[in-house]
């Protein structure tokens, strides 16, 4: 018999067991993480879930309804198959239209961000403030700008007409070369950004290696720089197609009725009151560019990414 027995004590209370303590730090700290999460989850269901599900509704309207005398939802699958049949051919314009101007936006912004990671020097930050500092500017007055270079009377036609690229007669606004112009030079920071990122993060040692071992520079550019700036790629002409994709502004300033794109064509069925067709065409367009970028990334091997 103990002592404590002895002098008629009771034993100390037992108190909690050790691994108590890290489970409620532990719970704690996945409160906070939610908590943090909270305000950015709530931003995301009233501004992308809410209008997502409300596209996706409209999309299903009976298209016999107006404004006038109301929309309901009639699950009428048949406003697709409408749509696309009305405006495959603005829908085709705007991916070829994308596409070139993604192309021509990595021909371009490859070499300024490869310049501006390894050649510019201290004046690096002068040339990132020059390709951000078209944001500073509203994307409305670039573009009206790019109608007032490309206008018949515009130094551009009048320096082309001179070295008889083009006609007497010959013109670049309202034109095809006009709106992928504008496409071009809208989004290139898109392109040149995500670039010099991924091409600041590469060793230059691995370069050097590769001289070392006797590779010319064509080969180590190919070799070691491009894929290693892959990720860079793939982002800039990811975050340079899909708005070229749904773009209307450059069209509609810059082109004539032949270069409608479907982005120009949703707008004015949104405000004509057409919300059917223009949901269908939206929801369309969307997952056809989720399918593209999926298929894409995977080609490239830079799931990750997404």
Same mark, same amino acid.
């Given at each position: ?21 890290? @489970?409620? /730090?532990?719970? /704690? ?28 509704? *409209?999309?299903? %309207? ?5 404004? @006038? ?15 696309? /049949? ?10 070829? %239209? ?18 501006? *990671? $390894? ?16 944001? $500073? ?23 082309? #007409? ?24 809208? $989004? ?16 230059? /040692?691995?370069? @050097? ?31 340079? $197609? ?5 773009? %209307?502004?450059?069209? #509609? ?5 032949? #270069? ?6 949703? #707008? ?34 830079? @799931?990750?990414?997404?």
């Amino acid at each position: 018999m103990s002592a404590l027995s002895h002098l008629g004590g009771a034993p100390p209370a037992a108190g909690p067991p050790a691994a108590a303590e890290p @489970e409620r /730090r532990t719970g /704690r700290r996945r409160l906070t993480a939610y908590l943090l999460l909270l305000p950015g989850g709530l931003w995301l269901v009233l501004f992308f879930v809410v209008p997502l599900v409300t596209l996706l509704s *409209a999309s299903l %309207y009976d298209p016999s309804g107006s404004v @006038e005398t109301g929309y309901t939802v009639t699950w009428h699958w048949q406003n697709y198959v409408d749509a696309l /049949r009305d405006y495959a051919r603005p829908f085709g314009r705007s991916f070829v %239209y994308a596409l070139v101007a993604t192309a021509i936006c990595l021909l371009l912004g490859y070499p300024l961000a490869y310049a501006i *990671a $390894f050649k510019a020097g201290r004046w690096k930050n002068l040339m990132l403030a020059l390709v951000i500092a078209p944001f $500073f500017t509203s994307f409305l007055i670039r573009t009206l700008s790019w109608k007032l270079l490309l206008g018949d009377n515009g130094f551009v036609v009048d320096v082309l #007409q001179a070295l008889r690229i083009l006609g007497p007669d010959g013109r670049l606004l309202a034109t095809t070369a006009a709106v992928v112009t504008g496409l071009t030079y809208n $989004f290139l920071p898109f392109m040149v950004l995500p670039l010099y990122a991924s091409l600041e993060r590469i060793d230059h /040692r691995l370069i @050097e290696a590769g001289g070392d071992l006797f590779a010319g520079p064509f080969t180590t550019f190919r070799t070691v720089t491009l894929p290693l700036s892959m990720p860079g790629v793939v982002a800039g002409t990811l975050l340079t $197609f899909i708005p070229a994709a749904g773009d %209307y502004i450059n069209a #509609q300033l810059l082109g004539t009725p032949k #270069q409608r794109m479907i982005g120009n064509d949703i #707008q004015s069925l949104f405000a004509a009151g057409v919300y059917p067709t223009a949901a269908a065409l939206s929801v369309t367009l969307m997952a056809a560019i989720v399918v593209l970028v999926l298929f894409y990334v995977r080609r490239t091997g830079t @799931e990750d990414l997404v």
